[in-house]
C-alpha cells in the first residue's frame, strides 16, 4: 500500500489537534478502524524494513535527529513497540533510553536535566521509555511535588521541546490507549507465565486504583504539552498488531517526509581507482 | 550444531594465549577453518537468534552486564558486525556506543574518562565501535602524545579492565583481522558505490601507508593487554560470513555459560488471580 494512504488512514484514527482538548474517551482502546490483523501483518513488516534503511540514511546523512517518546500505563505495550518496531533497526543507528525512578544525583536538578542528557545527537533515532511526562503524571497522582511545581512544568516541557525542534530534532510522542479490562488481562497473563512473572509488582495494583487519577493527568499531559512542533498520537494499544501497525506507518511517513539524503562524497572520488 | 563443539572448533581459529606474545602473521586473514559459506549461514543465522533470547534474559536477570570490544583497522568490518550479529538483539536490551575523535572537553580528562561512562549499566549489553585501544593504536601511530604516556597506558588498561570485571561485566575484545588486500578491494568497493562513496575519506589512505606501523602497534595491545579476565580474540576477517560465525558464537557461548535467570517473582503471586 502506498505510505501517503496508509499514512492518511492511521492519522484518522490517532491524531490529535494541538490546542484543542484531548478527551481519551473519544477513542476506543480496541479501536482498528477497518483494518483486519490479516491485513496489518505485511503492512508492519514492510513498515519495518523501510524504516531500516530510513534510519540508516538519516544516521549517514549525519545532520538531524528524530526522538520518539512512548508513554502509557503499565502493560500498555512499550516494551511491545521497542521489540517489534524499533528492533529491525541497525542499533548503530537508533538507541533506546528507559527512565526509571530519578537517582539522588538526578533529584539534585530541575527534572529535565537527566532527559536533556539524553535526546539523541545528530543522525540518531532515540527511543524514550517513559519520558520527562512521567514528571507530570506518577508525580502528580502521588503528590510528589507540590501542585505549584507540577504545574509549571508544562509551559517548561513546551520551551524544552520547542528548543530541541528548533534545532535539527523531529518529536513524535504517542500515548498507548488500553482499556481497564485489557490491563487486567495482560497483568494476569504476566503471573500465570513463570518466565513473565518477574514483571508483576503487587504495587502494580497500586497504580491500577489510581486509574482515573492518571487518566485525568494523561489527558491534562496529552491537552497541556501538544503543540504543533510536538504533537501527541493517541495509539489505541488493545490490540498489539495495529498499535503496530500505526507507530511503524507514523515513524515512517515523518522519515520518509525527512527523506534524509546520504551525504555528498569527497571531490575528486568520482572515478578514483586504488587498484 | 551443539554450541559447545562449535564454540570449540572457532576458539582454535581464534583464540589467544594470555602472557604470550600476539604475532599477527600466525593468522591468515581469509582462514575459515573447515567451515563453508553455506555451512556458516544456518549456524549464524541460530547465533543470531539464541543471542536475542539470552540478551532478554541478561535483561531481566539485572545482576551482570557483557561489554564487547570491536577493533580494527578501516573496513575491517566492525559495522558490519554489528549489523549482522548485534542488531537481532531487543534494543532495550544492547546499546552500540562508537568511540570517535575525542571532544575537547573529553581531552581535559584522562583517556578513560569517557569510556567508563560509556560501559554497560547491569542488564546490559554494551558494544564499543572503536574504545580505549585507539589511545594506543592512532594515537601511538600518529605521536599525538609523548610516547610515555602512551606506555603507561597499557597497565592502566589492564587495570580499568579488571575493575570492570571484578564487579559484574564480563568482556570480550575482538581484533578484526583483514589482509591489506582485502582492504584495497572495500576501499574501491565504496568508491564505486554511489550510496558508499560518502564514507570514504581522503585521509583512510594516510592510514593505509602506516599499515605496518598500525599492525606493530596492534600486536602490542594485543600482547600487552591481553589477560585472563579480558582475552582478545583474532577474528580473521577477510571473509564476512566467517567473521559473523566466529564472533556469534563467542558471544553466545559468554551468554550460555553466563547462564542468566529471570528474577524470582516477589512471594505470594504463584495462585494469584485477579480476573
Avoid at 6 to 21: M, S, V
Avoid at 152 to 158: G, K, L, M, S
Avoid at 222 to 237: E, M, Q
Amino acid at each position: 500500500m502506498n505510505i501517503n494512504n496508509l499514512h492518511k488512514r492511521i492519522e484518522k484514527l490517532t491524531a490529535t489537534e494541538p490546542g484543542q482538548p484531548v478527551r481519551l474517551d473519544r477513542w476506543d482502546p480496541a479501536e482498528a478502524g477497518d483494518f483486519t490483523k490479516q491485513d496489518a501483518a505485511p503492512l508492519s513488516a514492510e513498515n519495518v524494513q523501510a524504516l531500516d534503511e530510513l534510519a540508516y540514511r538519516l544516521y549517514a546523512e549525519n545532520t538531524r535527529s528524530l526522538l520518539i517518546v512512548l508513554q502509557g500505563m503499565d502493560t500498555a505495550g512499550k516494551d511491545g513497540v521497542i521489540r517489534h518496531v524499533m528492533a529491525g533497526i541497525n542499533p548503530q543507528c537508533a538507541a533506546v533510553v528507559p527512565f526509571k525512578r530519578p537517582s539522588d544525583e538526578e533529584l539534585d536538578h530541575d527534572f529535565l536535566w537527566r532527559i536533556h542528557q539524553k535526546v539523541p545527537p545528530r543522525g540518531n533515532i532515540g527511543i524514550f521509555n517513559r519520558s520527562h511526562y512521567e514528571d507530570v503524571l506518577v508525580v502528580r497522582v502521588n503528590n510528589l511535588v507540590p501542585q505549584p511545581v507540577w504545574e509549571a512544568r508544562y509551559d517548561a516541557i513546551n520551551h524544552f521541546e520547542k528548543l530541541l525542534t528548533d534545532g535539527k530534532m523531529k518529536v513524535l510522542k504517542f500515548y498507548l490507549h488500553i482499556s481497564q479490562k485489557e490491563q487486567l488481562e495482560r497483568l494476569q497473563a504476566r503471573l500465570d507465565d513463570p518466565t513473565k512473572r518477574w514483571k508483576f509488582c503487587k504495587s502494580d495494583l497500586d497504580s491500577r486504583k489510581q486509574w482515573d487519577d492518571y487518566r485525568r493527568a494523561y489527558e491534562d499531559a496529552l491537552t497541556r504539552c501538544n503543540t504543533k512542533h510536538a504533537p501527541w498520537h493517541v495509539i489505541p494499544a488493545d490490540r498489539k498488531w495495529f498499535r503496530n501497525l500505526a507507530i511503524s506507518t507514523i515513524i515512517r511517513h515523518t522519515l520518509e517526509e525527512m527523506d534524509p539524503q546520504f551525504p555528498p562524497a569527497e571531490p575528486g572520488l568520482e572515478n578514483l581507482k586504488l587498484i
